[in-house]
Nanobody
Framework: QVELVETGGGLVQAGGSLRLSCAAS????????MGWFRQTPRKEREFVAA????????YFADSVKGRFTISRDNAKNMVYLQMNALKPEDTAVYYC???????????????????WGQGTQVTVSS
């Protein structure tokens, strides 16, 4: 049974910060690529960030570069998304995702991930 549980969402003013956490009960966590996507009612799911198995390589959407960071703790099976300088356009449901192959084949597309969390709402007020 694979489970990804996101926490840390909420309401924040523009310019503020939030830290999302993802607890993963994936047996192959340490060899999985982990990432975050987001979705609003008007848009398709959008890639936000990804981190490779070791945590040594990170990838970001252009819209969040310089503001968001992604990290992981393989000892705790946790992934984090630190979001700074938040903007109203960052408002979305944020999903934690896992690619159990860890091959970094399609990290920016939803099809590149085989496990998804239930999502956590982030709302940024102007």
């Amino acid at each position: 049974q694979v489970e990804l549980v996101e926490t840390g969402g909420g309401l924040v003013q523009a310019g503020g910060s939030l830290r999302l956490s993802c607890a993963a009960s994936v047996r192959t966590f340490s060899t999985s690529t982990m990432g975050w996507f987001r979705q609003t009612p008007r848009k398709e799911r959008e890639f936000v960030a990804a981190v490779n198995r070791s945590g040594g390589r990170t990838y970001f959407a252009d819209s969040v570069k310089g503001r968001f960071t992604i990290s992981r703790d393989n000892a705790k099976n946790m992934v984090y998304l630190q979001m700074n300088a938040l903007k109203p356009e960052d408002t979305a449901v944020y999903y934690c995702v896992a690619d159990s192959t860890g091959l970094l084949g399609q990290i920016t597309t939803p099809l590149g991930y085989d496990y998804w969390g239930q999502g956590t709402q982030v709302t940024v007020s102007s």
